[in-house]
């Protein structure tokens, strides 16, 4: 009887067992069910965090040119690349050319206007912090006289801009947006001789805050002096030693893209002298890379001859760069 007692309890044991067995097994596996897919959601967690930090359009820009700035097959842009092949003034300045053949007479309000600017990396390494960088730019505009065959198409004026400048992020992102600021030497000139001559050298720094799809530059400056026709009478820049009263001592940029538009403000002022300037530039999509361009200036400094003289152009042409 006992014999058969145990006979009867040994396979109700290995029952419980094999069952016991199985529960275990079953909520280990819901357990590492679970683990893993808490490890996935702190995986996740990151890259959520990382795709919702987006860099602004205009440093994505800057980003991009520096990676290609080494590339010996591509020029990097500074300023704006256009051709105005219409260009139109409601106010030419013609008392400037006065006494210099017959220009102050057949000087024409309408004329073509074009812009070339590039810069070139000084150095590859960081210098004082990650991201920084030492550049020289050149920036070229011209105003040409293409319908004047009184005077032969002449170009009219035309001004030489080199620039050294450093450049480095700002850890301060107010807004959720990103900084940068730049230290700048700068050096302008139309190359003239005599009455037409006209230059100034500059110190500026500019500050940049950006987000999205616009940004916003604050550039005041510094015109180093160059003394006066009496104690230098051979310095080309005394010919212009008010330039500061016209052109002021800053300007403000602002930039906005929608959809398929790029909008440009610069505005400069001297507020003692109740004296500036501004300009307006549009650019909008004709064929592929090919943008077209729309610019209106109004005030004094349209160009350095022009530095003390007040008027409104208006032109129209393609642009061979994006404002972003």
């Known amino acids: 009887m006992n014999n058969l007692s145990l006979v009867k309890i040994l396979p109700l ?10 529960a275990n097994d079953k909520e280990n596996n819901t357990n590492e069910t679970d683990v893993s897919v808490a490890t996935k959601q702190v995986q996740k967690q990151p890259a959520a965090q990382s795709e919702k930090k987006e860099n602004s359009a205009y440093f994505d820009r800057l980003s ?6 080494f590339d010996p ?22 008392e400037v050319y006065e006494g210099i053949g017959q220009w102050g007479e057949e000087v024409q309000s309408l004329e073509a206007k074009f812009q070339f600017s590039l810069k070139v990396p000084l150095t590859q390494e ?15 505009q011209s105003w040409w006289q293409l319908y004047n065959q009184e005077l032969s198409r ?35 000139s139309n190359g003239r001789t005599q009455m037409l001559s006209r230059s100034w050298n500059r110190l500026y720094y500019i500050f940049t805050f ?7 530059s604050f550039r005041p400056w510094w015109k180093i002096p160059e003394g006066s026709k009496e104690t230098t009478p051979d310095e080309s820049a005394n010919d212009n030693v008010d330039i500061s009263d016209y052109m002021g001592h800053f300007d403000l940029t602002l930039l906005y893209k929608w959809q398929s538009l790029e ?9 003692k002298e109740h004296k500036g300037g501004m300009e307006l530039g549009i650019t909008f999509p004709l064929s592929g890379k090919l943008k077209g361009y729309f610019q209106y200036t109004n005030g004094y400094g349209e160009s350095l001859i022009d530095y003390n003289h007040s008027q409104q152009t208006f032109g129209v042409g393609v642009a061979l760069t994006e404002i972003f």
């Open 154 to 188: 002449p170009f009219r004026e035309t001004n030489y801009q080199p620039e050294l400048f450093y450049t480095a992020p700002l850890a301060w992102q107010p807004l959720g947006g990103q900084t940068n600021m730049v230290v700048g030497f700068e050096h302008q």
């Open 13 to 22: 044991c290995l029952l419980s067992f094999s069952l016991l067995s199985h």
């Open 210 to 216: 950006a987000k999205d799809n616009y940004a916003v």
């Open 126 to 140: 960081a210098i004082f912090t990650e991201g920084d960088s030492l550049d020289f730019a050149f920036t070229l």
């Open 64 to 69: 991009s040119q520096k990676k290609s700035s």
């Open 263 to 271: 909008f440009s403000f610069v505005g400069r002022r001297n507020f």
């Open 73 to 94: 097959y591509v020029i990097t842009p500074h300023k704006m690349t256009y051709l105005l092949p219409f260009s139109v003034s409601d106010n030419m300045n013609r």
